[in-house]
Each structure stands twice: as structure tokens, then as C-alpha cells.
Nanobody
Framework: EVQLQASGGGLVQAGGSLRLSCVASGFTLDDYAIGWFRQAPGKDREGVGCVGGGGSRTNIAGNVKGRFTISKNNAKTTAYLQMNSLTPEDTAVYYC?????????????????WGQGTLVTVSS
């Protein structure tokens, strides 16, 4: 059974950093693309970025580019979302998602499997 477990959220001050982890089980991570998404209160879920199956290709949303990076450690079956220079506008529940394949997408529709969210709160 494909499962994803996101963790690493918490409360951080503006300007701070957090690293979210997404641990995969039931499948081989290097055969799957991983997407990171977030949903702020009262807003639609949006794609933050993604990494392809091999781990070398990433696609980062423009509004977080330069601050957020995505990586995978296939041996550890874990994907990461490194978030730097956080602002209160980054406050949201963050989700990871997976789908089989080498390419990735920031579209919600692309992914078959979703983890539970982890809450990130950035205080001003």
C-alpha cells in the first residue's frame, strides 16, 4: 500500500527556516514524482513545487522560487521541502503527494497518492 507521511511543520518566526519531510512507504521513491502543496485557510490548495522520479529535475512555483528547494533521498525513501526566509504568507497546511513517473507537475490532478498535511505557521 502506498503511503506518505509528511512531518516537520511548526511555528517559526518570519525570516526563519523549516524543513519538511515526506516519508514514503509501499513503493520505490525513485520511480515516483513527488509534489509539495499547501493550503492556507480559505484558499485553494496550490502547488509549491515538485521533483521528478530520478530526483534531478525540480519545478518550483514562482512565488517561492529562491526561498524553497525540493530534494529526494531515494535511499531513505524521503523527500524534503526546505523553506527559507519564511513570511506569514507561507502559513498553511503543507502536503506531499506522489505519482508514478519520472516527470513531475505542480498540478493537484497529477497525483494519485496524498499524505496527511503538516501545519506551518509563520509569525510576524
Amino acid at each position: 500500500e502506498v503511503q506518505l507521511q509528511a512531518s516537520g511543520g511548526g511555528l517559526v518566526q518570519a525570516g526563519g527556516s523549516l524543513r519538511l519531510s515526506c516519508v514514503a512507504s509501499g513503493f520505490t521513491l525513485d520511480d515516483y514524482a513527488i509534489g509539495w502543496f499547501r493550503q492556507a485557510p480559505g484558499k485553494d490548495r496550490e502547488g509549491v513545487g515538485c521533483v521528478g522520479g530520478g530526483g534531478s529535475r525540480t519545478n518550483i512555483a514562482g512565488n517561492v522560487k529562491g526561498r524553497f528547494t525540493i530534494s529526494k533521498n531515494n535511499a531513505k525513501t524521503t523527500a524534503y521541502l526546505q523553506m527559507n526566509s519564511l513570511t506569514p504568507e507561507d502559513t498553511a497546511v503543507y502536503y506531499c503527494a506522489a505519482t508514478a513517473g519520472s516527470s513531475c507537475s505542480r498540478s493537484i490532478l497529477y497525483y494519485d497518492h496524498w499524505g496527511q498535511g503538516t501545519l506551518v505557521t509563520v509569525s510576524s
